[in-house]
């Protein structure tokens, strides 16, 4: 039996050789018969275009053609040959058909147009739409892409734990991760019986191990998942998604905003370089406007602006925001949104926030109002990436502690990290599935993840 082919190197050949014996494994997306013959078209996920398959009636297989409906799965042998129809260069004429696996008429992806809330009851089998095989097929480009770019630097991947017993934003809206039942769980010292020894939570960030591992190795980047049980139904929140989280040791806020900036550049250029078919699709019909839009980020520098100017701005605008703009107030993404789409219309890194609305492990600027964070805006989501340089200086630190109700005993690796050869350092986190909504235009997160979770739906 012959190796087996992908529909997207088949088609992207130039020739075909007469004795060449070709192996096709897929599932039908429709079938249309003739007198002689039936003419299926056959995808693999290996791109978006189907294989047309030309099934002469009478070869061994062939009498299983009417159970080759859309759905079913099927194994073709047989030549390629310059296709005699419009819109393909090639065809297979088959010498054998086998059927796999039929789908009987209950099957859910019909060829009618599906909508999104629909597909995401069927999560187990969206993948195979044309639209979410392109998303995932630009979801794997684009986490390749992203060792890519951090292996050319030489940074060391770095796998932070998924269970831990810090919280690194500090805002209280973590899994517990426990052993313990019933009264066991409300007992006086639960937390000292339960696994681990007290209590843990699924991470909501790797950013504080990753400062380790940077104060030895220098430069490190985490990608893994990350979770917030915070109950947000919006499209721009999941409680379950992936973070990419650089840190560089003698970095300050500067070379922070230098490196967020360059990597959503590059995985922008290679998303346009290495997925130009799937991203036709969603520029035709997501967002109509999403490949100037990526060329535009790609060629313009980003605009940086101070926290305490963009809040000027946003109250000169003599727009009606939904929520209040007043220094002191974290930005929405209403905001953010007018800064890069309608003010500078172009991305915007917005850096200094009031330290009061920010973790404390951000470094205290010599104001000391503010500390040296950054988040990097685009156009269409807002906010893509959060930074900051750390806070490296001892008392500093302890006092940021203090003042956010954080006990020393908890933190004490952390600190000495400032005790034993402190540096400066920074580093930022990039949310993966914003990222694929940049890229992709699709304007929900559920729709970028394989099997969303968020609050009150984990169905898969």
Known sequence: MPTRSLVKDILARESAPSDE???????VRTRRDSKACSFIAVNDGSCLASLQIVVDHGIPGSDDLPEATTGASVE??????????QGQK????????????AAPDD???QKKGHTPEFLRSIAHLRPRSNLYGAVFRVRSRLAFAIHQFFQERSFVYVHTPIITASDCEGAGEMFRVTTLEGAEFTAPNAAAADFFGRATYLTVSGQLEGETFACALSNIYTFGPTF?????NTTRHASEFWMIEPEM????LEGDMNLAEEMVKYLAADALEQCAEDLALFNSFVDKGLLERLRFVIERPFQRVPYTEAVEILKASGKEFDYPVAWGLNLQSEHERYLTEEHFKCPVTVYNYPKDIK???MRTNDDGKTVTAMDLLVPGIGEIVGGSQREERLDVLLENMKAHGLSKDDYWWYIDLRRYGTVPHAGFGLGFERMLMFVTGIPNIRDVIPFPRTPGSAPF
């Not at 014996?21 to 599932?27: A, K």
């Not at 917030?228 to 947000?232: D, G, K, L, P, Q």
């Not at 040791?249 to 300050?252: L, R, Y």
Request: hydrophobic share 45%.
């Open 228 to 232: 917030r049980a915070e109950n947000s």
């Open 76 to 85: 073709i042998e047989g030549s390629l040959v310059p296709s005699q129809g």
């Open 359 to 361: 973790p404390f492990y």
């Open 249 to 252: 040791a003698f970095c300050d």
């Open 21 to 27: 014996s070709l192996l096709i494994q897929g599932w």
């Open 90 to 101: 090639w065809e297979i004429l088959a010498t054998r058909l086998t059927l796999v696996g």
């Open 107 to 109: 099957y859910p992806l």
